[in-house]
């Protein structure tokens, strides 16, 4: 494999099939802590709320941190790319009008991991959930605001 930056290679290769859950990730640019401001991270929920709206990913659990987030979905139509690319490209554009800047607010590609059915989704979901408690954020999970799961 051509010695290609991460953010590509993690795109080598990648399928994505409808009905089938995967954790994605992505961080935002330079790793900037652009969402420790509440009001700003809920732009981001925002846009998984209206993928779920859509029909193009049905949310199965997700946390925004300050400087990335994780989203367990269930893809149902469209590719993995194409969700990403438009959550990140409307998550970009409601910031910059919120904030009234011009600013790069993710890095290119993400993370991707297709799980398999017989694993247990809401041990996947609570690990997903309680990134705020390992980044030492909150001491009790309901303490941080930016997270939602189907089960918990």
Known sequence: MPDLPASHRLRCGRYAESNRIYLL???????????????????????FRIAQHQGIANSLAWVVMPDHFHWLVE??????????????????KAVNQSTGRKMTLWQKGFHD???RREEDLV????????NPLRAGLVEKLGDYPLWDAKWV
């Open 25 to 47: 990730t992505t961080n935002t640019f330079r790793r900037t802590p652009v969402f420790e401001s509440f009001t700003l991270g809920r732009l981001v929920v925002n846009q």
């Open 75 to 92: 893809l149902q139509q469209g590719s993995l790319g194409d969700l990403m690319q438009k959550t990140k490209s409307l998550s970009t």
């Open 113 to 115: 991991r297709a799980l």
């Open 123 to 130: 041990k996947v979901a609570r690990y997903v959930v309680a």
